[in-house]
Nanobody, 120 residues
Framework: EVQLQASGGGLVQPGGSLRLSCAVS????????MGWFRQAPGKEREFVAA????????YYADSVKGRFTISRDGAKSPVYLQMNSLKPEDTAVYYC?????????????WGKGTLVTVSS
């Protein structure tokens, strides 16, 4: 059974940093793509970042390029999302997901979200 559990959210001031973690259970195939998405109040869920398991290729939304970094340390490690230079507009519930392509329709499994609030 595939399970994903996101953690690491919280309250941070503008310009601050947070690191989210997503614990992944179940066998991870080379074709697997792990992604982070977010949903702000009143808005649709949007893509943030993704990483292809086989070669660690990464993908980012334009809104987070240069500020966020998705990574993994090994074949079965958690997936991380390092978020720097946070802005109030980054406030959202962040979800990790697992699928086969780096976009919303390519994700098959979703974890429960973790809330990130950027506010002074």
């Amino acid at each position: 059974e595939v399970q994903l559990q996101a953690s690491g959210g919280g309250l941070v001031q503008p310009g601050g940093s947070l690191r989210l973690s997503c614990a992944v259970s179940g066998f991870i195939f080379g074709s697997t793509v792990m992604g982070w998405f977010r949903q702000a109040p009143g808005k649709e869920r949007e893509f943030v970042a993704a990483i292809r398991w086989s070669n660690a290729r990464t993908y980012y939304a334009d809104s987070v390029k240069g500020r966020f970094t998705i990574s993994r340390d090994g074949a079965k490690s958690p997936v991380y999302l390092q978020m720097n230079s946070l802005k109030p507009e980054d406030t959202a519930v962040y979800y990790c997901a697992r699928g086969t392509s780096p976009d919303y329709t390519g994700m098959r499994y979703w974890g429960k979200g973790t809330l990130v609030t950027v506010s002074s």
